[in-house]
């Protein structure tokens, strides 16, 4: 069984803007991941999907609105929808990146919605997997985040960036895989396949160090990176099982300091989130989630209208 802790501490930064436009059943949800911007909008029983490229909202709010601009327009074409018709639909996006109200502020306003809501992107990943009811996440893509939903709310551990955090993500996993390719390079340890190959792909240690200096979290999150990292593990490689075991480690310490119980619900979302199964207590509760960050922004986006 998992210890009980105190609770960590919330993080929510949200930001919401006029509710007069008529309520219409439809709704409009945006996923705004770092690596990929997942749009939809529901109209009846219709949904429409599309994806652009990742956005953050911190690092370029510029290029996040443009990528959300085009995202909308995209949508309204599939839809056969007129923009003023769009314009009146409540939308909830949770946007990567997100730091503070004023930067949500700028973008609610860039954007031609009468009627939406932009929170970080942690929020619809919880609604979309827990619906309503009590658990935990553990959300592990590029970037990671821990969170448990109660009846009192949600509280969160993580989802720092991979300068100051973001453990067990993709990006933390083939940035320590290049930190221990470069430590075996000096003798601490031996070379595997695996970290050989990490550093004849990026040519040599001075060609590693070079990538490693101007890299961003997806870069390390390189898809080729991350499975090599992954399979290498399964085929038991010793650097590559260590890394797996860390990543656990810190998801089940994040549980823990969330004040997880074995007796709730523990999801597990995101694209490497579901490799760190084997690594992780018997004792945890697995579910399949109920449905995806999508799910969970058109369902926060319908609640603006209910309350419109």
Known sequence: MLPTAPLARARTLSYSRGMDAPTL?????????????????????????????????????????????????????????????LTKIPAFFGLAGLKDATTAAAIADALPLTQIRIEEDRLPAVVGALGDAPGSVAAIGTGSFIARQTPQGIRYAGGWGLVLGDEASGAWLGRELLAAALRAEDGFGAHTDLTQTALATLGGPTGTVQFAKDAAPKDFAAETRVRAILNAAQAGDPVATELMRRGADYIEKALMALGHTKSEPLC??????????????????????KGTALDGALALAARIGMDG
């Open 25 to 85: 059943p439809a709704a409009i949800g945006v996923d705004g991941g770092a690596t990929t911007c997942r749009f939809a909008l529901r109209t009846g029983d219709r949904v429409v999907r599309h994806e652009g490229p990742g956005v953050n909202a911190t690092t370029d709010p510029t290029g996040a609105i443009d990528i959300l601009h085009d995202g909308l327009s995209q949508l309204a074409a599939m839809a056969d929808l007129s923009e003023p018709a």
């Open 268 to 289: 597990l979302i995101g694209g490497v989130a579901p490799a760190f199964r084997p690594y992780l207590s018997p004792n945890l509760t697995l579910l399949r989630p």
